[in-house]
C-alpha cells in the first residue's frame, strides 16, 4: 500500500446502548467553519445501529477536545488541562437503555 490509510474515526465511548464517535470525516451539508472550530460526536444506538444525530464540541481557543466520557446526564470532556460538562437533553435521554 503506497497511501497510509484514512482514519475516519477518532475518540468514541459507549454508554447505556449510545455510541459517542468522534467522526473525521466532514459530513456532506456541514458548515467547514463549524468544522474547523469544533469536534464532531456522531452518536448511533448500540442494537440496531441506528443514527441518533451529532454534537459539535466546540474548541476552547486554540485547544480541541481529546476525550469524553458520558454518564445518564452528561457529557465530560477534556480540552487541554480543562474538563467541560455538557448537559445531556431529552433528545438525547430518550434514547439511554
Known sequence: MKTPPLN???FSTVHRGLLFNQSYLKGKYESSKRWKNSKVVDVYKTDSKLYIGSLYLENRGDTAVSDIIVTDQFLY???GKKLIQYQLTE???KHLK
Open 8 to 10: 475516519v474515526n477518532g
Open 77 to 79: 470532556a477534556i480540552a
Open 91 to 93: 433528545p438525547l435521554l
